[in-house]
Nanobody, 128 residues
C-alpha cells in the first residue's frame, strides 16, 4: 500500500521558517518524481515544488528564492524548506508522487486527483 506521511506544518509569523517532511512507503521511492502542492481556502490545488528522480528541481515563481526542495533517498523522505514565509503561503501543503511518471500537472481543483499519489496534507499558517 502506498503511503505518503507529511509532518512539520504549523503556525509561524511572517518572515519565519518551517520545514515540511514527507516519508514515503509502498513504492520504489527513487523511481518517482516527488512534489509539494498547496491549497488555500477557496483556491485550487497549486504546484509549489518538484524534484525529479534524477534530482532536477522546479519551484513555482511565487516561492523561488525562499523555498528549497530536497530528498534523502536513504530515508525515503522529501523535504520542503520554507524560509521568509509570507501570509500568502498559508494553506494545506500536500506531498505528492508522480504516479504515472508523466510529470506533475500544475493545478488541480482538489489535491486528490489520481494522477498522483497524495499525502494527507499538513496545515501551514503564516500570520502578518
Amino acid at each position: 500500500e502506498v503511503q505518503l506521511v507529511e509532518s512539520g506544518g504549523g503556525s509561524v509569523q511572517a518572515g519565519g521558517s518551517l520545514q515540511l517532511s514527507c516519508t514515503a512507503s509502498g513504492f520504489t521511492f527513487d523511481d518517482f518524481g516527488m512534489g509539494w502542492y498547496r491549497q488555500a481556502p477557496g483556491n485550487e490545488c497549486d504546484l509549489v515544488a518538484t524534484i525529479s528522480s534524477l534530482g532536477g528541481t522546479y519551484l513555482a515563481d511565487s516561492v523561488k528564492g525562499r523555498f528549497t526542495i530536497s530528498v534523502d533517498s536513504a530515508k525515503n523522505t522529501v523535504y520542503l524548506q520554507m524560509d521568509t514565509l509570507k501570509p500568502e503561503d498559508t494553506g494545506v501543503y500536500y506531498c505528492a508522487a508522480d504516479r504515472l511518471r508523466s510529470g506533475f500537472i500544475a493545478t488541480f481543483p482538489q489535491c486528490d486527483h489520481n494522477e498522483n499519489y497524495w499525502g494527507q496534507g499538513t496545515q501551514v499558517t503564516v500570520s502578518s
